[in-house]
């Protein structure tokens, strides 16, 4: 059975920093075993798989060291599946995980160099990638041709669609224009009006000059 490193989790909360002496990389550090999977003087296949118990409706492995290495290789892309055999549940007593297998802690200095370079040279690419999607986010410079109220709505009417705006149907105001200066443009009922009221002005200007005049002829 093959399994994705990521899809297993540790039974441990804490695992040594070097592999058993009962085991064929007794001594090594765990870091410098995952330095030989990255340069391939090491494969999946020379390092002996890793056994497997469903609990809790995932997998769960007892060999914690090797799934640190293979888990960590997964993360820098050095591989995505590894060889696993199935047993049968764990000692409770070795069940030690507290946040559910997701993560484990080494005990001392984990060795190695070349990973934790590639680990370096990630998270410095991962922080470049942001920046670029950050700084040409904020180069994007506003359309000129700005949806505005009207644009997003199917009637004359945007309050239908803006409850609570208030209705500007005979005055739209405008932003500041190019000079600097704010205004408002009026639509034809407020122009009719304006033209009703200056004829009435002039009208009244008339009928009083008529009246001087009459006044001033008979005296």
Not at 158 to 183: A, F, H, R, W
Request: glycine share 6%; hydrophobic share 30%; charged share 20%.
């Amino acid at each position: 059975m093959y399994l994705r490193p990521t899809e297993i989790f540790y039974s441990q909360d804490s695992i040594a920093n070097t592999f058993g002496r009962s085991t064929r990389h007794r001594n090594v550090y765990i870091g410098d075993t995952l330095d030989e999977l990255i340069n391939g003087s090491a494969t999946v296949k020379s390092i002996p798989a890793i056994s497997v118990f469903w609990r809790d409706d995932k997998w769960f492995t007892q060999d914690n060291r090797r799934l640190w290495v293979f888990r960590t290789a997964e993360e820098l892309r050095i591989l995505t599946s590894i060889p696993v055999y199935e047993t049968y549940g764990i000692n409770s007593n070795k069940f030690t995980t507290y946040n559910g297998g997701s993560s484990v802690r080494v005990r001392g200095n984990t060795g190695g160099f070349v990973w934790r370079q590639l680990c370096t040279e990630r998270s410095i690419n991962q922080n470049e990638n942001y920046g670029r999607t950050h700084n040409s986010m904020n180069d994007v410079k506003p359309s000129r041709s700005s949806p505005t109220l009207s644009d997003n709505s199917d009637t004359e009417n945007s309050d239908e669609y803006y409850p609570g705006l208030p209705n500007y149907s005979t005055q739209v105001l405008i932003e500041k224009t190019e000079s600097g200066s704010n205004g408002y443009i009026q639509d034809g009922r407020v122009d009719e009006n304006l033209c009703f009221k200056c004829t009435c002005v002039l009208i009244c200007i008339f009928i009083f000059l008529v009246l001087v005049i009459l006044f001033y002829s008979t005296t």
